[in-house]
């Protein structure tokens, strides 16, 4: 966060947007700055997508939007304040060691996926034993190279 913007600037979004409207204002401004579909020069490219980025990982974490939000009211009262102190001090909350995470806990939908891999590779693994032991072909065999 540079200057004067703030994460809900940097988004577009309302100071009360709701998840699901910082999830489509990431979504958009993601698909408009990545640095392989925007017309604005790479190293442009990257730190504004970075900084969209930063602004939707703070703010879609409960926590830290709630430690945001407050640092903005404190900064609010305060405007003509030197900025750099406020953005030091939420960069200094969010590698807090008190939190347990700082990302969001695993969707519904991504513990189904894992779940699923896990099957999937535990299925073949077994699978392959299996057709190795009635295709008569031993678990340890000798390669070929050392039977000269």
């Known amino acids: 966060m540079k200057g004067e913007n703030s994460y809900y600037s940097i988004l577009g979004v ?7 409207e910082l999830r489509k204002a990431f ?5 408009e700055l990545h640095p392989d579909t925007t017309a604005l020069e790479i ?6 997508f970075q900084e969209v980025l930063e602004a939707y990982e703070n703010l879609n974490n409960s926590d830290l939007r709630r430690i945001y939000d407050e640092k903005l009211k404190k ?20 590698n807090n060691k008190n939190f347990v995470e ?3 806990p695993f969707s519904n939908g991504e513990l189904f996926a894992l779940f699923t891999l896990i099957v999937i590779i535990s299925m073949s693994l077994i699978c392959s034993i299996f057709i190795a032991s ?4 031993e678990l340890d065999t000798i390669p070929t190279w050392l039977l000269k």
Request: aromatic share 6%; hydrophobic share 25%; glycine share 2%.
């Open 102 to 104: 700082n990302r969001r």
């Open 27 to 31: 979504c958009k401004l993601s698909i």
């Open 134 to 137: 009635f295709a008569g072909k």
């Open 43 to 48: 190293d442009e490219a990257k730190n504004k």
């Open 75 to 94: 900064n609010s009262k305060n405007k003509y304040k030197n900025n750099t102190n406020f953005v030091n001090n939420l960069i200094i909350d969010s």
């Open 14 to 20: 309302h100071e009360n947007a709701s998840n699901h």
